[in-house]
């Protein structure tokens, strides 16, 4: 009986491999007259693939952000980012044509070249993305793939600034302050600036922190609405604007210990000094800390923080402490 039931059990399983390895001959089948048998994706970017063939513009268009970007699915790959693109744009994909662009104004999976950019950015613009647009004001700014031309530049800048582009609010600005192609007007310039802050453009923030901390162009020295729009860049990221935030703010709230930190964090010498003195004193934030002290002051000694150095001197002559 157990020999029965053993001979039984075999044939079942060769059965059962037989029906499977059916099942599979049919599958690859199914995928060479539809033309995916090569395909070892994910099912969404096979499916993307297949309909890109068939010209679908949006599904080129996205293999072209999943190949640039990369994902858990796809690792980064330039070439393959250019050439689904390159598809997409052709099919009249605005934003595909201005990401070509960029593409080959870096040097990204092609060969770098300025002229190539420039006619993506200009069809990009025609097509109706407002960044191409912009991108295209800078190539003119510039001279890049194109001969400089302050004029389209200026016109372009203007046409996006309208539409909600702050880095074209921006770069506007910076023409009406050092009045280039247009007259000077530095209040035409901080409006500008300001519009570009308001859009979440760091750059026009961070200069007009810069004219108010430093009094330019004969605008009169304002400490406290330059560190309002250091601390507005710095939440935008913008580095530099974070290092000088800490230059003309101590460290009297939570909110100003996480800004040092990123500050510190972004190597920013005066924001790692200042949270060095900040746990080398008694305080409600953080506590008094000689090891951390010591350590953010030897940091900001290390990039060439003076006053650091000279702490970290006091630590070892004090007994090791602060």
């Known amino acids: ?10 044939v079942t399983t060769i059965i059962v491999l037989g029906l499977i390895l059916i099942a599979i001959n049919h599958r690859k089948l199914i995928f060479q007259r539809t033309g995916l ?63 070509l662009a960029y593409l080959y104004n ?18 990009s613009c025609k097509l109706g993305n407002l960044m191409g647009c912009y991108n295209l004001g800078s190539m003119y700014y510039h001279g890049e793939g194109t001969k400089p031309n302050r004029y389209k530049a200026k016109v372009l800048f203007q046409k996006v600034c309208e539409k909600g582009i702050g880095a074209g609010c921006n770069d506007l600005g910076y023409m009406y302050a050092h009045g280039i192609y247009v007259k000077k007007d530095i209040l035409e310039a901080i409006s500008l600036y300001n519009d570009a802050c308001q859009y979440g453009e760091a750059s026009g ?55 040092a930190k990123k500050a510190c964090s972004h190597n920013g010498k005066v924001g790692c000094y200042k949270l060095g003195e900040l746990y080398a004193s008694k305080n409600s934030i953080v506590g008094k800390d000689d090891k951390k002290a010591l350590e953010y002051f030897q940091k900001a000694c290390d990039l060439g923080q003076n006053q650091a150095c000279k702490r970290v001197g006091d630590y070892y002559k004090n007994g090791k402490k602060f």
């Open 37 to 99: 048998d090569q395909l070892t994706d994910s099912e969404y970017i096979t499916y993307y693939k297949k309909a890109c063939e068939l010209n679908d513009a949006e599904a080129c268009f996205e293999l072209g952000k999943l190949y640039e970007k990369g994902n858990d699915d796809v690792s980064i790959d330039y070439e393959e980012a250019a050439k689904f693109y390159k598809k997409a744009c052709d099919l009249d994909n605005a934003v595909a044509c201005n990401n």
């Open 205 to 259: 923030c961070a200069n007009l922190g810069n004219i108010y901390a430093e009094g330019l162009f004969g605008v009169a020295k304002d400490e406290v609405k330059a560190e309002q729009y250091f601390s507005r860049a710095c939440d935008l990221d913008d580095i530099s604007s974070c290092n000088k935030l800490q230059s003309i703010r101590k460290i009297t709230t939570k909110a100003d210990f996480e800004t």
């Open 106 to 123: 870096h040097g990204k999976g092609v060969d770098r070249h300025n002229g190539i950019a420039f006619k993506y950015y200009k069809k």
């Open 1 to 10: 009986m157990r020999k029965l039931n053993s001979t039984f059990g075999i």
